[in-house]
């Protein structure tokens, strides 16, 4: 597993859930309501499981996730483009993903 593989020090763990949880935060900050604060801390704590590059592939993998999701919702038209989208679930899925 990549995230057992590298070592677990400190400054591993806090680079990690600082490059999860600052881009999400940076969302929240500049247009309140667009991320909820469960999303920041469950990137944070991801974050300090897989490391920065882990956990940005995690995001990565998530928003793509959610894009793909939108797009299925918009071409059904199941939703329309202002309605709310839950990110939590893409960014597990994200995370579980970057994990194995």
Same mark, same amino acid.
């Given at each position: 597993?990549?995230?057992?593989? !590298? ?5 591993? %763990?806090v680079t990690g859930a600082l490059a999860g949880a600052a881009p *999400? ?5 500049? %247009?309140? /309501?667009?991320? &909820? &604060?469960?999303? @920041?801390?469950?990137?944070a704590a991801g974050g300090c499981l897989l490391g920065p590059e882990?956990?940005?592939? +995690?995001? +990565?993998? /998530?928003?793509? @996730? +959610? &894009?793909? !999701?939108?797009?299925?919702? *918009?071409?059904?038209? %199941?939703? /329309? ?8 679930? +893409?960014?597990?899925? /994200?995370?579980? *993903?970057?994990?194995?």
């Open positions: 597993l990549y995230a057992m593989s !590298q070592p677990m020090h400190v400054a591993f %763990r *999400l935060l940076l969302v929240a900050l500049i %247009r309140p /309501g667009a991320m &909820g &604060g469960g999303d @920041i801390k469950l990137m882990g956990v940005l592939r +995690a995001l +990565a993998l /998530g928003f793509g @996730i +959610a &894009g793909a !999701q939108c797009a299925y919702l *918009l071409a059904t038209r %199941r939703a /329309g483009p202002r309605d709310a989208l839950a990110l939590g679930p +893409a960014l597990c899925m /994200g995370l579980w *993903l970057a994990f194995f």
